[in-house]
Protein backbone atom coordinates (compact mmCIF):
# COMPACT_ATOMS: atom_id res chain seq x y z
CA UNK A 1 0.00 0.00 0.00
CA UNK A 2 1.72 3.26 -0.82
CA UNK A 3 1.47 6.26 0.85
CA UNK A 4 -1.94 7.79 -1.19
CA UNK A 5 -3.71 4.53 -0.58
CA UNK A 6 -2.84 3.94 2.96
CA UNK A 7 -4.20 7.68 3.29
CA UNK A 8 -7.38 6.95 1.57
CA UNK A 9 -7.88 3.28 3.77
CA UNK A 10 -7.04 5.27 7.09
CA UNK A 11 -9.21 8.54 6.57
CA UNK A 12 -6.43 10.45 6.18
CA UNK A 13 -2.90 11.56 7.73
CA UNK A 14 -4.53 12.56 10.69
CA UNK A 15 -5.95 9.07 11.11
CA UNK A 16 -2.56 7.38 10.40
CA UNK A 17 -0.82 9.25 12.59
CA UNK A 18 -3.57 8.51 15.23
CA UNK A 19 -3.17 4.68 14.70
CA UNK A 20 0.20 4.62 14.46
CA UNK A 21 0.56 6.78 18.04
CA UNK A 22 -2.09 4.00 19.40
CA UNK A 23 0.46 1.13 18.04
CA UNK A 24 3.54 2.16 19.85
CA UNK A 25 2.17 2.12 23.20
CA UNK A 26 1.68 -1.64 22.76
CA UNK A 27 4.91 -3.85 23.48
CA UNK A 28 5.92 -4.30 20.24
CA UNK A 29 9.24 -5.28 18.50
CA UNK A 30 11.35 -1.62 17.32
CA UNK A 31 11.33 -0.76 13.64
CA UNK A 32 9.11 0.86 10.84
CA UNK A 33 5.10 -0.12 11.53
CA UNK A 34 3.27 -0.61 8.20
CA UNK A 35 -0.66 -0.56 9.69
CA UNK A 36 -3.42 -2.07 6.55
CA UNK A 37 -7.01 -2.70 7.35
CA UNK A 38 -7.90 -6.19 7.79
CA UNK A 39 -11.14 -8.53 7.46
CA UNK A 40 -15.02 -7.82 7.12
CA UNK A 41 -16.07 -7.69 10.98
CA UNK A 42 -18.96 -5.43 11.76
CA UNK A 43 -18.27 -5.35 15.18
CA UNK A 44 -14.87 -3.81 16.59
CA UNK A 45 -12.57 -2.15 13.60
CA UNK A 46 -9.56 -4.24 12.17
CA UNK A 47 -6.07 -3.28 11.41
CA UNK A 48 -3.24 -5.72 10.05
CA UNK A 49 0.23 -4.75 11.89
CA UNK A 50 3.59 -5.31 10.46
CA UNK A 51 7.15 -3.98 11.86
CA UNK A 52 10.03 -3.84 9.64
CA UNK A 53 12.24 -7.00 10.23
CA UNK A 54 9.56 -9.17 12.09
CA UNK A 55 7.84 -12.02 10.57
CA UNK A 56 4.77 -12.28 12.26
CA UNK A 57 1.96 -9.78 12.11
CA UNK A 58 0.07 -8.44 14.77
CA UNK A 59 -3.82 -7.84 15.02
CA UNK A 60 -4.92 -4.03 16.42
CA UNK A 61 -8.46 -3.75 16.93
CA UNK A 62 -10.68 -1.10 18.36
CA UNK A 63 -13.23 -2.31 20.98
CA UNK A 64 -16.65 -1.25 19.49
CA UNK A 65 -17.83 0.19 23.48
CA UNK A 66 -21.65 0.59 22.20
CA UNK A 67 -21.42 -3.15 22.00
CA UNK A 68 -18.83 -4.17 24.62
CA UNK A 69 -19.89 -1.20 27.19
CA UNK A 70 -17.23 -2.84 29.78
CA UNK A 71 -13.99 -3.51 27.60
CA UNK A 72 -11.89 -3.91 30.44
CA UNK A 73 -14.11 -6.78 31.78
CA UNK A 74 -14.17 -7.95 27.90
CA UNK A 75 -9.82 -7.86 27.67
CA UNK A 76 -9.86 -9.60 31.66
CA UNK A 77 -11.95 -12.39 30.60
CA UNK A 78 -9.99 -12.96 27.42
CA UNK A 79 -6.43 -12.89 28.74
CA UNK A 80 -7.18 -14.93 31.90
CA UNK A 81 -8.78 -17.60 29.37
CA UNK A 82 -5.73 -17.17 26.93
CA UNK A 83 -3.31 -17.58 29.58
CA UNK A 84 -5.01 -20.77 31.44
CA UNK A 85 -5.17 -22.34 27.72
CA UNK A 86 -1.52 -21.14 26.61
CA UNK A 87 -0.07 -23.37 30.05
CA UNK A 88 -2.69 -26.12 28.91
CA UNK A 89 -1.37 -26.78 25.42
CA UNK A 90 2.15 -26.49 26.70
CA UNK A 91 1.21 -29.29 28.93
CA UNK A 92 -0.20 -31.32 25.96
CA UNK A 93 2.87 -30.42 23.71
CA UNK A 94 1.17 -28.03 21.25
CA UNK A 95 2.12 -24.91 20.03
CA UNK A 96 0.28 -22.12 21.89
CA UNK A 97 1.20 -19.36 19.30
CA UNK A 98 -0.77 -20.60 17.15
CA UNK A 99 -3.21 -22.82 18.95
CA UNK A 100 -4.72 -19.77 21.03
CA UNK A 101 -4.69 -16.15 20.82
CA UNK A 102 -2.05 -14.32 22.41
CA UNK A 103 -2.80 -10.65 24.04
CA UNK A 104 0.21 -8.44 23.50
CA UNK A 105 -0.15 -6.33 26.42
CA UNK A 106 0.34 -2.15 26.76
CA UNK A 107 3.59 -0.67 27.77
CA UNK A 108 1.60 0.15 31.05
CA UNK A 109 1.27 -3.76 31.45
CA UNK A 110 -2.80 -3.64 30.77
CA UNK A 111 -4.33 -5.51 27.82
CA UNK A 112 -5.45 -2.52 26.52
CA UNK A 113 -4.75 1.33 26.00
CA UNK A 114 -6.93 3.91 25.40
CA UNK A 115 -6.48 6.80 23.07
CA UNK A 116 -7.02 10.82 23.65
CA UNK A 117 -10.37 10.34 22.65
CA UNK A 118 -11.39 7.42 25.61
CA UNK A 119 -11.25 4.98 22.64
CA UNK A 120 -10.49 1.46 23.62
CA UNK A 121 -7.53 -0.52 21.71
CA UNK A 122 -6.10 -3.59 21.67
CA UNK A 123 -3.10 -6.13 20.15
CA UNK A 124 -2.84 -10.00 19.55
CA UNK A 125 -0.68 -12.31 17.44
CA UNK A 126 -1.38 -12.74 14.33
CA UNK A 127 -1.80 -16.29 13.44
CA UNK A 128 0.00 -17.02 9.91
CA UNK A 129 -0.90 -19.38 7.25
CA UNK A 130 -4.31 -19.49 8.58
CA UNK A 131 -7.46 -19.68 7.10
CA UNK A 132 -11.49 -19.19 7.63
CA UNK A 133 -14.77 -20.05 6.07
CA UNK A 134 -18.43 -18.63 6.84
CA UNK A 135 -19.74 -22.03 6.17
CA UNK A 136 -18.69 -26.10 5.59
CA UNK A 137 -17.75 -27.34 2.68
CA UNK A 138 -18.15 -31.34 4.38
CA UNK A 139 -19.32 -32.60 7.28
CA UNK A 140 -15.16 -33.86 7.40
CA UNK A 141 -14.43 -29.73 8.18
CA UNK A 142 -17.18 -29.35 10.17
CA UNK A 143 -16.49 -32.21 12.37
CA UNK A 144 -12.55 -30.27 12.71
CA UNK A 145 -14.10 -27.97 13.95
CA UNK A 146 -16.25 -29.50 16.64
CA UNK A 147 -12.91 -30.52 17.56
CA UNK A 148 -12.08 -27.55 18.00
CA UNK A 149 -14.24 -26.26 19.90
CA UNK A 150 -14.38 -29.51 21.94
CA UNK A 151 -10.53 -28.70 22.99
CA UNK A 152 -11.68 -25.60 23.72
CA UNK A 153 -13.89 -26.60 26.37
CA UNK A 154 -11.89 -29.69 27.73
CA UNK A 155 -8.82 -27.39 28.25
CA UNK A 156 -10.95 -24.98 30.13
CA UNK A 157 -12.92 -27.33 32.13
CA UNK A 158 -10.47 -26.62 35.55
CA UNK A 159 -10.83 -23.08 35.02
CA UNK A 160 -13.55 -21.08 37.80
CA UNK A 161 -16.21 -20.01 34.94
CA UNK A 162 -17.62 -17.61 38.16
CA UNK A 163 -14.57 -15.76 38.16
CA UNK A 164 -15.42 -14.15 34.87
CA UNK A 165 -17.69 -10.71 34.15
CA UNK A 166 -20.36 -11.32 32.63
CA UNK A 167 -19.75 -8.97 30.17
CA UNK A 168 -23.60 -9.16 28.34
CA UNK A 169 -26.00 -10.04 30.91
CA UNK A 170 -28.83 -12.09 30.10
CA UNK A 171 -26.77 -13.06 26.62
CA UNK A 172 -28.53 -16.69 26.54
CA UNK A 173 -31.34 -16.04 28.91
CA UNK A 174 -34.11 -17.77 26.43
CA UNK A 175 -37.00 -17.11 28.69
CA UNK A 176 -36.06 -13.35 29.35
CA UNK A 177 -35.75 -12.64 25.45
CA UNK A 178 -39.33 -14.22 25.69
CA UNK A 179 -40.42 -11.50 28.13
CA UNK A 180 -38.61 -8.92 25.36
CA UNK A 181 -40.83 -10.27 22.58
CA UNK A 182 -44.19 -10.25 24.54
CA UNK A 183 -43.09 -6.50 25.68
CA UNK A 184 -42.12 -5.39 22.38
CA UNK A 185 -45.64 -6.94 20.81
CA UNK A 186 -47.98 -5.19 23.73
CA UNK A 187 -46.29 -1.38 22.57
CA UNK A 188 -45.99 -2.33 19.11
CA UNK A 189 -44.42 0.97 18.26
CA UNK A 190 -44.42 0.36 14.16
CA UNK A 191 -47.60 -0.70 14.13
CA UNK A 192 -46.26 -3.96 12.51
CA UNK A 193 -47.63 -6.75 15.15
CA UNK A 194 -50.56 -7.29 12.57
CA UNK A 195 -47.85 -9.25 10.05
CA UNK A 196 -46.27 -11.02 12.53
CA UNK A 197 -49.26 -12.45 14.29
CA UNK A 198 -48.40 -16.23 13.56
CA UNK A 199 -44.55 -15.94 14.01
CA UNK A 200 -45.36 -14.59 17.44
CA UNK A 201 -48.08 -17.14 18.01
CA UNK A 202 -45.25 -19.67 17.11
CA UNK A 203 -42.71 -18.53 19.53
CA UNK A 204 -45.18 -18.20 22.32
CA UNK A 205 -46.55 -21.92 22.01
CA UNK A 206 -42.61 -23.02 22.73
CA UNK A 207 -42.88 -20.45 25.93
CA UNK A 208 -43.03 -23.82 28.48
CA UNK A 209 -39.87 -25.06 27.38
CA UNK A 210 -38.00 -22.02 26.59
CA UNK A 211 -36.46 -22.30 30.01
CA UNK A 212 -35.07 -25.79 30.06
CA UNK A 213 -31.81 -24.99 30.20
CA UNK A 214 -31.50 -21.83 32.41
CA UNK A 215 -33.85 -24.00 35.13
CA UNK A 216 -30.94 -27.27 34.49
CA UNK A 217 -28.70 -24.65 35.49
CA UNK A 218 -30.51 -23.46 38.99
CA UNK A 219 -31.44 -26.44 40.34
CA UNK A 220 -27.58 -27.48 39.50
CA UNK A 221 -28.09 -30.41 37.24
CA UNK A 222 -26.12 -28.87 34.15
CA UNK A 223 -22.89 -27.09 35.57
CA UNK A 224 -21.59 -23.33 34.54
CA UNK A 225 -19.08 -23.64 32.60
CA UNK A 226 -16.52 -21.41 30.61
CA UNK A 227 -18.34 -20.66 26.97
CA UNK A 228 -17.07 -18.93 23.86
CA UNK A 229 -21.00 -17.67 23.19
CA UNK A 230 -20.46 -17.54 19.51
CA UNK A 231 -19.41 -20.78 17.97
CA UNK A 232 -19.83 -19.81 14.55
CA UNK A 233 -17.47 -21.57 11.83
CA UNK A 234 -15.59 -18.24 10.73
CA UNK A 235 -14.01 -18.34 14.17
CA UNK A 236 -11.94 -21.10 14.20
CA UNK A 237 -8.96 -20.81 12.16
CA UNK A 238 -7.57 -23.72 10.22
CA UNK A 239 -4.52 -24.64 8.87
CA UNK A 240 -4.05 -23.54 5.02
CA UNK A 241 -1.82 -26.53 4.40
CA UNK A 242 -3.16 -29.50 6.65
CA UNK A 243 -6.94 -28.04 6.73
CA UNK A 244 -6.41 -28.97 10.32
CA UNK A 245 -8.58 -26.36 12.84
CA UNK A 246 -6.45 -24.84 15.27
CA UNK A 247 -7.02 -22.25 16.51
CA UNK A 248 -10.36 -20.63 18.37
CA UNK A 249 -10.58 -16.44 18.09
CA UNK A 250 -13.35 -13.68 18.35
CA UNK A 251 -13.51 -14.53 22.83
CA UNK A 252 -15.80 -11.15 23.26
CA UNK A 253 -18.47 -12.99 24.35
CA UNK A 254 -16.79 -15.39 26.81
CA UNK A 255 -18.27 -15.62 29.88
CA UNK A 256 -19.86 -18.29 32.58
CA UNK A 257 -22.68 -20.34 30.69
CA UNK A 258 -23.74 -23.83 29.54
CA UNK A 259 -21.90 -26.10 27.39
CA UNK A 260 -25.61 -26.61 25.18
CA UNK A 261 -25.47 -22.92 24.45
CA UNK A 262 -21.90 -23.33 22.43
CA UNK A 263 -23.13 -26.50 20.47
CA UNK A 264 -26.28 -25.35 20.06
CA UNK A 265 -25.29 -22.43 17.99
CA UNK A 266 -22.83 -24.14 15.98
CA UNK A 267 -25.39 -26.63 14.97
CA UNK A 268 -27.69 -23.68 14.50
CA UNK A 269 -25.42 -21.76 11.98
CA UNK A 270 -23.16 -24.94 10.20
CA UNK A 271 -25.86 -27.69 9.69
CA UNK A 272 -28.66 -25.17 8.10
CA UNK A 273 -28.66 -25.98 4.36
CA UNK A 274 -29.82 -21.89 4.33
CA UNK A 275 -28.60 -18.55 4.69
CA UNK A 276 -29.72 -16.96 8.15
CA UNK A 277 -32.09 -14.17 6.22
CA UNK A 278 -32.71 -16.91 3.60
CA UNK A 279 -36.28 -15.82 2.18
CA UNK A 280 -37.01 -18.99 -0.04
CA UNK A 281 -38.47 -21.03 3.37
CA UNK A 282 -38.71 -24.09 1.10
CA UNK A 283 -34.39 -24.17 0.67
CA UNK A 284 -34.30 -24.05 4.24
CA UNK A 285 -33.68 -27.52 6.35
CA UNK A 286 -31.47 -29.45 8.70
CA UNK A 287 -28.46 -31.16 7.89
CA UNK A 288 -28.45 -34.48 9.45
CA UNK A 289 -24.81 -35.44 8.51
CA UNK A 290 -23.85 -31.97 9.45
CA UNK A 291 -24.98 -32.45 12.88
CA UNK A 292 -23.62 -35.50 13.69
CA UNK A 293 -20.03 -34.61 12.11
CA UNK A 294 -19.98 -31.80 14.24
CA UNK A 295 -21.61 -33.98 17.47
CA UNK A 296 -18.58 -36.62 16.71
CA UNK A 297 -16.23 -33.94 16.83
CA UNK A 298 -17.13 -32.30 19.58
CA UNK A 299 -17.77 -34.83 21.88
CA UNK A 300 -14.59 -36.62 20.86
CA UNK A 301 -12.60 -34.02 22.78
CA UNK A 302 -15.41 -32.44 25.58
CA UNK A 303 -17.30 -35.80 25.76
CA UNK A 304 -15.45 -37.81 28.65
CA UNK A 305 -15.98 -34.25 30.94
CA UNK A 306 -19.42 -34.37 30.68
CA UNK A 307 -22.05 -35.67 32.54
CA UNK A 308 -24.81 -37.72 31.22
CA UNK A 309 -27.09 -34.84 31.82
CA UNK A 310 -25.00 -32.30 29.89
CA UNK A 311 -24.75 -34.47 27.09
CA UNK A 312 -28.50 -34.24 26.61
CA UNK A 313 -29.09 -31.29 26.91
CA UNK A 314 -26.79 -30.40 23.98
CA UNK A 315 -29.81 -30.81 21.09
CA UNK A 316 -31.69 -28.47 23.64
CA UNK A 317 -29.03 -25.88 22.93
CA UNK A 318 -29.96 -26.44 19.33
CA UNK A 319 -33.18 -25.89 19.85
CA UNK A 320 -33.28 -22.82 21.96
CA UNK A 321 -30.37 -21.03 20.11
CA UNK A 322 -32.48 -21.31 17.16
CA UNK A 323 -35.55 -20.37 18.86
CA UNK A 324 -34.41 -17.50 20.76
CA UNK A 325 -32.58 -15.90 17.52
CA UNK A 326 -35.79 -16.21 16.17
CA UNK A 327 -37.71 -14.44 19.00
CA UNK A 328 -34.65 -11.38 19.04
CA UNK A 329 -34.65 -10.77 14.64
CA UNK A 330 -38.64 -10.56 15.18
CA UNK A 331 -38.77 -8.96 18.79
CA UNK A 332 -35.86 -6.06 16.92
CA UNK A 333 -38.92 -6.22 13.51
CA UNK A 334 -41.17 -4.72 16.04
CA UNK A 335 -39.24 -2.47 17.85
CA UNK A 336 -38.29 -0.94 14.48
CA UNK A 337 -35.01 -2.44 14.21
CA UNK A 338 -32.50 -1.08 16.04
CA UNK A 339 -30.02 -3.62 17.17
CA UNK A 340 -29.13 -5.46 14.01
CA UNK A 341 -28.26 -4.06 10.73
CA UNK A 342 -30.82 -4.15 8.13
CA UNK A 343 -29.98 -4.29 4.04
CA UNK A 344 -33.88 -3.97 3.24
CA UNK A 345 -36.95 -3.48 4.66
CA UNK A 346 -38.50 -6.32 6.73
CA UNK A 347 -34.56 -7.86 6.80
CA UNK A 348 -35.44 -8.53 10.50
CA UNK A 349 -38.74 -10.25 9.55
CA UNK A 350 -37.17 -12.54 6.93
CA UNK A 351 -34.47 -13.43 9.31
CA UNK A 352 -37.02 -14.36 12.05
CA UNK A 353 -39.16 -16.60 9.97
CA UNK A 354 -35.83 -18.19 8.55
CA UNK A 355 -35.02 -19.30 11.94
CA UNK A 356 -38.83 -20.20 12.98
CA UNK A 357 -38.48 -22.18 10.15
CA UNK A 358 -35.00 -24.02 10.90
CA UNK A 359 -36.41 -24.63 14.20
CA UNK A 360 -39.47 -26.37 12.76
CA UNK A 361 -36.95 -28.82 10.89
CA UNK A 362 -34.92 -29.52 14.28
CA UNK A 363 -38.32 -30.47 15.86
CA UNK A 364 -38.98 -32.72 12.52
CA UNK A 365 -35.80 -35.17 13.40
CA UNK A 366 -35.71 -34.57 17.01
CA UNK A 367 -35.73 -38.19 17.38
CA UNK A 368 -32.42 -38.28 15.16
CA UNK A 369 -30.77 -35.51 16.82
CA UNK A 370 -30.85 -36.51 19.90
CA UNK A 371 -29.35 -39.84 18.51
CA UNK A 372 -26.27 -38.27 16.50
CA UNK A 373 -25.15 -37.28 20.07
CA UNK A 374 -26.31 -40.51 22.12
Not at 18 to 26: I, N
Not at 140 to 166: I, K, M, T, Y
Not at 180 to 198: H, K, N, Y
Request: with cysteine; glycine share 8%.
Amino acid sequence: MNGKESRQAYGGESMERELLQVVRAFELPEGEIRIEPFGNGHINRTYAVSVEGEKHRYILQLINHHVFQRPDQVQENILAVTSHLRKKIREEGGDPERETMRVIPARDGKPWTRDGEGQWWRVFLFVEETESRDLPDSPEVFSRCGRAFGRFQRRLEDFPAENLHETIPNFHNTPWRMEQLEDAARRDPEGRLSEVREELDFCLRRAEWAGKLTEGLKAGVLPLRVTHNDTKLNNVLLDRKTGEALCVVDLDTVMPGLLAYDFGEAIRTGASTAPEDEQNLSRIGLSLPMVRAYAGGFLAEAGAGMSPEEKKSLPWGARLMTLENGVRFLTDYLDGDHYFAVHRPRHNLERARAQLTLLKRMEECWDEMQAAVE
